[in-house]
Each structure stands twice: as structure tokens, then as C-alpha cells.
T-cell receptor, first 116, second 113 residues
Framework: AQSVTQLGSHVSVSEGALVLLRCNYSSSVPPYLFWYVQYPNQGLQLLLKYTSAATLVKGINGFEAEFKKSETSFHLTKPSAHMSDAAEYFCAVSDVRTGTASKLTFGTGTRLQVTL | NAGVTQTPKFRVLKTGQSMTLLCAQDMNHEYMYWYRQDPGMGLRLIHYSVGEGTTAKGEVPDGYNVSRLKKQNFLLGLESAAPSQTSVYFC????????????FGEGSWLTVV
């Protein structure tokens, strides 16, 4: 069974500092991987996804993530944090077996706090 | 474009009561999903549907039923609500199979007392 582990339930950075949110996956085959962001009292919005094309994936709002098969990781980064980045971030993995629905398995989330 | 719309947004139920959450999507998506979100547990799949008239169990289906009578709608029912079903419920939809982007609604906050 596939699973996702997000290291750190809370991360705090200063405005302008590097953002690094960690995600490791467990899967018998290279999966599809996603990062979603959730702002307070809202639904989830897709930041970026990896579907076996380029290993470095660029998303919205200046975020990017790199798929590293050897490390089974898909960490999310942003060079310079902005106050508006404060939110909860979820890493998710999807089954790649042909013909299956896009059922996502989510990590437990990382709440990003951005301070002045 | 409304995307994925959930009703109601907030509801308080007494233990044993029943209710239905309605999800509607206007993107002509084949696949629809119901997730629940609980603190420290991320989102967990309750049930999903791969097309009109079909449903399947997800990770945590017990205590819930679903129906997909129309392609654009996916209903989640609680026949006899329990306090353990206090949660935030998210409906989602996607166009195609695995790898396609899943679009989420804004959530329905349910409290069972």
C-alpha cells in the first residue's frame, strides 16, 4: 500500500526566507505525486504535480518540487517566503495502476507560518 | 465557473439523526470523491464514483452511503450520525484516471453532538 509521510506538522519561516516542506512516499512503483495547499476555511488547491515527466516540477505561486526516486522524496520549496504563503500544505500520492481512479492518499499536512 | 459546490457548509446534528451532503460539479467530470479531514490525519477517502450510477468504497466507508444518480451530483449520506463523524467533509472531482488533477470543494463542517 502506498503512503506519504510529511516531516514536521508545523514549520515557521521568516518572510523572505527559504521554504522547505518535506514529503517522503512509500510505493512499490514510482507513483504520481501532488502538493496541495489549503488556506483557512477553504478547500484544497493544487500547487503542482509529478506524473513521471520532468523530475523538477514548477507550480503556482513560485513553488517547486523535485522528485527523487533514490530518496523516495518529493520536497516542496520556495526561494522566498511571503506572508500570503501561510497555509497548510498537503503532500499526496496517487495509484499509477492503469484504469484506476485518481484516489489520493494524503499526508497529515504541514502548517506553514510566515513571520515578519 | 462554480467548479465543485457543496451544501450545506455547516450543520450540527444530534446523535442518531440522518442527513445528506450534496456535491455538484459543473466541469463534466467522470470521477467524484468524498473525503473527510480530521486534525492530524490529513484527508481520508470515504467513497468515490467512476461514473453515473457507480460507487465504490474508499479507506473509511463505514457509517456512510453514497449515490451518483446524475453525473454532476454525488451525495453523501449519514443514516445514523455518531460523534465520531464530526469532521470536515470535502467533495472532489476529476476528469480522468490516475494522474489527473482532482478539484476540491470548499468543505462542509459537520458537528455531531
Amino acid at each position: 500500500a502506498q503512503s506519504v509521510t510529511q516531516l514536521g506538522s508545523h514549520v515557521s519561516v521568516s518572510e523572505g526566507a527559504l521554504v522547505l516542506l518535506r514529503c517522503n512516499y512509500s510505493s512499490s512503483v514510482p507513483p504520481y505525486l501532488f502538493w496541495y495547499v489549503q488556506y483557512p476555511n477553504q478547500g484544497l488547491q493544487l500547487l503542482l504535480k509529478y506524473t513521471s515527466a520532468a523530475t523538477l516540477v514548477k507550480g503556482i505561486n513560485g513553488f517547486e518540487a523535485e522528485f527523487k526516486k533514490s530518496e523516495t522524496s518529493f520536497h516542496l520549496t520556495k526561494p522566498s517566503a511571503h506572508m500570503s504563503d501561510a497555509a497548510e500544505y498537503f503532500c499526496a500520492v496517487s495509484d499509477v495502476r492503469t484504469g484506476t481512479a485518481s484516489k489520493l492518499t494524503f499526508g497529515t499536512g504541514t502548517r506553514l507560518q510566515v513571520t515578519l | 465557473n462554480a467548479g465543485v459546490t457543496q451544501t450545506p457548509k455547516f450543520r450540527v446534528l444530534k446523535t442518531g439523526q440522518s442527513m445528506t451532503l450534496l456535491c455538484a460539479q459543473d466541469m463534466n467530470h467522470e470521477y467524484m470523491y468524498w473525503y473527510r479531514q480530521d486534525p492530524g490525519m490529513g484527508l481520508r477517502l470515504i467513497h468515490y464514483s467512476v461514473g453515473e450510477g457507480t460507487t465504490a468504497k474508499g479507506e473509511v466507508p463505514d457509517g456512510y452511503n453514497v449515490s451518483r444518480l446524475k453525473k454532476q451530483n454525488f451525495l453523501l449520506g449519514l443514516e445514523s450520525a455518531a460523534p465520531s463523524q464530526t469532521s470536515v467533509y470535502f467533495c472532489a472531482s476529476s476528469y480522468g484516471l490516475n494522474g489527473n488533477t482532482i478539484y476540491f470543494g470548499e468543505g462542509s463542517w459537520l458537528t455531531v453532538v
